[in-house]
């Protein structure tokens, strides 16, 4: 099987509740970075980048970061996203759905904003399901500090 080839059992995570909870991670995540609404595709892009395990671990420890010279030193990321963004993006937009339809997201003018106490804080839970929201929430605050979605998806090499 090719690495980006998901597992059974990773298929079977993300689930539209799963990936939902991401998407509100990624949401929370950008709320308390820049205190507005998340613009949509950076909740999209964040769990999409989330899911994937080789993204994960290459994450930089520090939101000082920059992303390009971090996509310098870590070029799998962009072979990841350019094998996986499609058929993942897939994955994340029924959970985002579900997200909105259960009102825990909201969709706020072209963004999307948490529902206050909707999701409780992160506790503990099997390790990839908190090592994933983590990332989802890493993720949400980082991305944006780049500039716009646009630029980041082009930086990625995922087409918009």
């Avoid at 908190?130 to 944006?144: D, E």
Wanted: charged share 15%.
């Amino acid at each position: 099987m090719a690495e980006h080839d998901l597992s059974r059992e990773e298929r079977a995570l993300f689930n539209p509740a799963f990936t939902a909870l991401v998407c509100v991670r990624a949401v929370q995540g950008y709320e308390k970075q820049y205190r507005s609404v998340c613009p949509l595709p950076v909740a999209v892009t964040a769990a999409v980048m989330a899911l994937q395990p080789s993204i994960r671990t290459a994450l930089p420890a520090t939101l000082r970061t920059g992303l390009m010279n971090w996509l310098d030193e870590n070029e799998a990321v962009r072979v990841a996203m350019g094998l996986n963004a499609a058929a993942l993006a897939a994955v994340v937009r029924p959970g985002l759905l579900f997200a909105l339809q259960s009102d825990v997201l909201r969709l706020q003018g072209s963004g999307l904003t948490v529902k206050p106490r909707a999701v409780t804080a992160l506790k503990d839970g099997p390790e990839q399901n908190t090592v994933v929201q983590k990332a989802a929430h890493q993720l949400g605050r980082w991305l944006p500090s780049t500039g716009s979605i646009s630029t980041i998806l082009t930086l990625l090499g995922v087409q918009a």
